[in-house]
């Protein structure tokens, strides 16, 4: 199991990428904010294989930064989860080759930027109407990372699903060149959707924030009953939430390609939740059958 190479100084990553992928290297890219769990894991294990499908070794690579401009000013940035050299061994056991890991963020966001992306359409609504701003921050750094690296594909978790509109939206309009594959929602054994923020839990704010998944499920198994009422599918979930203790931010069933609400839950629809336990905010999705 070989050490990823660290690298710190973008301007040293850029150079390193752009050299490779001239050279003929297939580049897949992760992008995090470290704290890695098993999800993360996946998408680094897919970027693997996808940087080797050309039938030579590529670069598997990936990014750990907590980007400070996706964090509104009553977010958790200042005690979001860090665990350097315990994501590094992640990364190796995945087989990353390279980690860009800035230890300031001025080297990503120096005090006179100014340019910004703005995803209108996939940022309204669902979290981008309870955090302002934060889809700004997530495209933004994920446009400058893709610049930073070349990458032919780059992964994503289907648990972020807005994110994933976002950045396929981003890449799309902007003829950036680069794949944007969605991989599916890991899970804890139990249900609950592995989270870096699931550190934050106390043990009865774990159990209670169980009901996230299980109002998914619920809400999947009566739409194979035949309900397909959309508001009483998702007031059933939402009902479910309640019960549980947890404070609903919001439940919609939405188009998987607009995002925009639906009156009538068709297959393949997403139910999306998101809910506080305790402080900490979660979010889950399903597509319906």
């Not at 350097?84 to 120096?110: R, T, Y």
């Not at 996939?122 to 893709?146: D, E, I």
Request: proline letters at 6%; aromatic letters at 6%.
């Amino acid at each position: 199991m070989k050490a990823p190479e660290l690298i710190t100084d973008p301007a040293i990553w850029q150079a390193r990428c752009s050299a490779a992928r001239d050279g003929g290297a297939r580049i897949a890219l992760v992008t995090t904010m470290g704290f890695l769990h098993d999800g993360h894991l996946s998408l680094m294990r897919e970027a693997r294989a996808r940087a080797d499908a050309g039938g030579r070794r590529g670069l598997a690579l990936a990014s750990i930064f907590v980007n400070p401009t996706q964090f509104g000013p009553n977010e958790d940035l200042s005690r979001y989860p860090r665990d350097l050299e315990g994501d590094l061994a992640k990364c190796a056991s995945a087989g990353i080759d390279w980690v860009l890991a800035p230890e300031d963020p001025n080297a990503m966001f120096p005090p006179d930027h100014q340019t910004w992306v703005t995803v209108e359409r996939a940022s309204q609504g669902l979290c981008g109407a309870s955090r302002p701003g934060h889809f700004r921050g997530v495209a933004t750094v994920v446009a400058k990372l893709f610049n930073l690296s070349r990458p032919h594909v780059a992964l994503f978790g289907e648990k972020d699903f807005q994110q994933l509109a976002v950045i396929r939206a981003m890449a799309r309009d902007l003829a950036m060149g680069v794949e944007i594959v969605g991989m599916p929602i890991v899970r804890e054994p139990d249900g609950l959707a592995r989270s870096s923020r699931n550190a934050y839990l106390s043990r009865d704010e774990r159990a209670r924030a169980l009901s996230l998944s299980r109002a998914l499920r619920e809400a999947a198994d009566a739409a194979l009953r035949g309900e397909r009422d959309a508001a009483a599918l998702a007031a059933r979930a939402r009902a479910r939430l309640d019960e549980a203790g947890l404070r609903v931010d919001y439940v919609e069933i939405v188009d998987p390609g607009s995002l925009a609400p639906v009156a009538r839950a068709e297959a393949g629809s997403v139910m999306l939740v998101a809910a506080w336990a305790g402080a900490t905010r979660l979010i889950d999705n399903l597509r319906l059958p």
